[in-house]
Every structure is written in structure tokens, then in C-alpha cells.
């Protein structure tokens, strides 16, 4: 007992704070920093309606169940398609108003949800709030790349994860304790109309902290080659259909397919599903942050290799759940696989964000931003719908299938070499010769 008082007041006490502490400092700007807690106060809102959206719309306002997904479908299919079009606004006109107007139009349609009472007057409130959404995606990225250097891009995108996972985290948890203890009208209509204004306190924010500025390379040669010198890079193509199968195999299929899995083929319980989300999004909290420091010291590639195994890794682990006869096993087995998954999720988002960063022209940031905005909503997209169809015809196949598409192409990552560049080379100003005539372009920039 003495012994153990000592580690937890003595020197070695001293030592593994700071260690811990240094782990967490990002080096990030004040101003960067604050939009962040923005974020995460924004992401607290809309967890606080995420779970319940279809049982709202269902159970409380009388809509068809198909009704209230295509309702839900709608604010995504409105962001994907406003996602390009604000790229384009943004190699224009400066990331702050357009910011503050995506975050205003959430508001508008997320506050019109506590309202409606027939289904036309819910797509136009998808549509509003998702066109508010594709919007201030892009606008958020962009605003935050002018905002910092190079080298703290990866702490940003980083420090930006654990934003929206906190927030959905703890509001998600609030939103549960509240329905729980009050299922009618008035519960929900107050968590959509809190969501509205997290949105509305955000564009508030950044409308009194935030510069409006642009960098001054965009001001100079805005629009020029448009989304034909996007196509035209294949590099950055291959990178993004090649990250749009990693999003289906690493992220939508945990988040999406994972749970019927569970439920139908092992012990776990709906309680369990809940434990096994909370694991997963506590680690990326706690860890994305030092992740940054442990990411830096390895190659991009080798970095993308890793989370690919990681992922095909927890893939075959979800197999191995099913061979677990007790509930308490099954449910451990698959918090470690969470766990796994985070691990991969925590590499993969400080290394894929910057890397498009310092893929694009500085005159076309925005739209680069706005096709990575893109390559995300795909693969969340795709990942439903392509297991959902094989989990119905064969269940296992989607696990050792995903895992053998994620070993493909983390062996590809390796065999790439240095045909994707690293941050060092853009800092240094020194072109990557794989890069070419652009690099260099980059690099005078």
C-alpha cells in the first residue's frame, strides 16, 4: 500500500502526468482551438437527435418508417449534392460567411423538425438543414487548414475527431437519459430545437472570434482549372476511390452492419451494443490526440498500411465472436474489436485529411475539401447498402470478405513506396520528385 502511494504521489507520478499531458498538447492556435469546442458543442447537438430521429418521426408524428428514412436520406442527399457547389463558393469568397450561413441554415431546418406534422414540411426542413450541412462541412475544413501550418495539419484534423466524437458521445448519452424518462412531444421538440441552437451559437461564434480571411495564393488565381484540374490529378483520384473502399470496410460496416450481426449470430444483447459503441468512441477520445505524435514518426504509406490491418484484423475478430457461448465473453471479445477498430480509425484520420491537404493547389483547396467531404459520405453511404445485401445472403462473407479487401490494400499501401508524399517535403519547400511539375508549384506557394 505504501509502495502504491508513492507511484501516485511521488516522482513516477510527476513524470506520467507530463508525459500524459505533453501527449495532449496539440501546439494548435487559440482560434483553432475554439472553433473546435465549436465543433464539439455543434456534434453535442446533433447527438442529441441522431439515435432517435426515425422513432421520432415514427412514433410521434405518425410517418411511415419508409417515409422517415427517406426524410433521413434526404438531408444526406441534400449535403452531397450542396458539398461540390460550396467548394466552388469557397475557391471564391472567403470560408467565414458561408461558414456561418451553412451553420444558420442547420439551425433553420433542424428547429423546422420540432414542428412538422406531415411529411412535405419534413423534406423541406432535410432539405434546409442538409444543404446548411454540405455547406459549413466544407467551409469548417477549409476555414481550419488557412488557420494553421502544414505541420499542425494533422494535430487539427485530429483535434477535430475527438470534437465530433465527444460530442455525439455525450449527447447521444443525454438524448437517452431524456427520451427515457419522457417519451412525448415536448421531449422531442426540445432536443431538435437545442439542436438548432448549438448551430445557431456556433455561427455566432465564428461570426465574432473568427478573421475573414483568405490565403492570399486562392485570392490570386481563385477558380482557375476548376473541378477538370481536380479530375486530371489521378494521384489524388486513386487516393480517394482507394479511401472510399477503406470507409466502407473500416468505419460503415462497424457502425452500421456490426450491430444486426451481433444481435442475430453471438451472445450479445442490445446492452451490450451500447458498451461495445461507448468503447470505441471513449478510445478515439482519449487516444486521437497523442495518436498524432505516434503517426508522425512512420511514412504515410506505411501509416495506411497499418490502419488497413488493423481493420482486416477486428474484421475476422467479429467472426470470432460468434464461436463464444456466454453473453459477458462475446461482448468482451467484440469491445477488444472496437477497440481494434479505433486504433485503425485514430492512424487513418491524421494521416488521410492532411494528405489531401498537401495534394491540392492552392487556388483549389476548396474544392480538394470538398471531394474528401465527398469520399466520406460515399463510402458511409456505400457501406450500408453493400452489407446489407451480402450480410443477407451470407452473413460471415461480409467480415472475412471486408478483411480480405482491407489486406489488399494495405499490401498496396506498401508496394506504393513514395509515390505518396510527406508532410516534410511540402514543409521544406523541397518538391517530391514522384510529384512532379505541381510539387514544385506547391511548394512556391
Known amino acids: 500500500m505504501v509502495r502504491a502511494a508513492a507511484l501516485t504521489s511521488g516522482p513516477v507520478a510527476v513524470v506520467i502526468r507530463r508525459y500524459l499531458a505533453r501527449g495532449w498538447r496539440t501546439d494548435l492556435p487559440r482560434l483553432v482551438l475554439l472553433l473546435q469546442i465549436g465543433n464539439a458543442v455543434s456534434f453535442f447537438g446533433y447527438g442529441l437527435i441522431l439515435p432517435f430521429e426515425i422513432i421520432y418521426l415514427h412514433q410521434i408524428r405518425g410517418f411511415a418508417t419508409a417515409t422517415a428514412g427517406f426524410v433521413l436520406a434526404a438531408i444526406l442527399g441534400t449535403a452531397t449534392l450542396v458539398t461540390p457547389a460550396s467548394g466552388i463558393l469557397l475557391d471564391h469568397f472567403r470560408p467565414k460567411p458561408i461558414l456561418i450561413a451553412g451553420n444558420l441554415a442547420s439551425a433553420l431546418g433542424y ?70 424518462s419522457a417519451q412525448h412531444l415536448r421531449s422531442f421538440q ?70 444486426p450481426f451481433a444481435i442475430a449470430h453471438t451472445r450479445v444483447g442490445p446492452a451490450g451494443i451500447g458498451i461495445i459503441k461507448l468503447s470505441n468512441t471513449l478510445f478515439i477520445v482519449i487516444a486521437q490526440i497523442p495518436a498524432t505524435r505516434v503517426v ?99 452473413p460471415d462473407a461480409v467480415w472475412w470478405g471486408g478483411a480480405l479487401v482491407a489486406a489488399v490494400i494495405g499490401a498496396g499501401f506498401l508496394l506504393s513506396g513514395d509515390r505518396i508524399p510527406e508532410p516534410l517535403a511540402v514543409e521544406a519547400g523541397v518538391p517530391d520528385v514522384a510529384e512532379g511539375p505541381r510539387a514544385a508549384t506547391q511548394a512556391t506557394h
Open 296 to 394: 508522425k514518426r512512420i511514412r504515410r504509406a506505411q501509416a495506411f498500411a497499418a490502419a488497413s490491418a488493423l481493420w482486416a484484423i477486428a474484421l475476422l475478430g467479429v467472426l470470432s465472436a460468434t464461436l463464444i457461448p456466454s453473453e459477458l465473453g462475446a461482448t468482451a471479445l467484440l469491445v477488444g474489436v472496437a477497440i481494434v477498430f479505433a486504433i485503425g480509425e485514430c492512424i487513418h484520420a491524421v494521416v488521410l485529411g492532411p494528405l489531401v491537404a498537401d495534394l491540392a493547389p492552392p487556388h483549389l483547396l476548396s474544392r480538394y475539401m470538398s471531394m474528401y467531404a465527398l469520399m466520406a459520405t460515399a463510402g458511409l453511404a456505400l457501406g450500408p447498402a453493400i452489407g446489407g445485401v451480402v450480410l443477407a445472403v451470407s
Open 111 to 180: 428547429a423546422g423538425f420540432a414542428f412538422v406534422d406531415r411529411p412535405w414540411q419534413a423534406f423541406a426542413c432535410a432539405v434546409v438543414g442538409g444543404a446548411g450541412i454540405g455547406a459549413a462541412r466544407t467551409a469548417n475544413q477549409t476555414l481550419l487548414i488557412t488557420l494553421v501550418t502544414p505541420e499542425q495539419r494533422a494535430a487539427s484534423f485530429a483535434l477535430g475527431r475527438v470534437a465530433s466524437n465527444l460530442g455525439l458521445g455525450i449527447g447521444a448519452t443525454v438524448a437517452g437519459f431524456i427520451v427515457a
Open 190 to 259: 426540445t432536443l431538435y430545437l437545442f439542436d438548432a441552437i448549438t448551430y445557431a451559437a456556433f455561427a455566432l461564434v465564428v461570426l465574432a472570434m473568427v478573421p475573414n480571411r483568405r490565403a492570399a495564393a486562392a485570392r490570386a488565381s481563385a477558380g482557375a482549372g476548376g473541378f477538370r484540374a481536380v479530375a486530371r490529378d489521378r494521384r489524388f483520384l486513386i487516393v480517394i476511390a482507394v479511401n472510399i473502399v477503406l470507409i466502407v470496410v473500416g468505419y460503415a460496416l462497424y457502425s452500421n452492419i456490426l450491430p
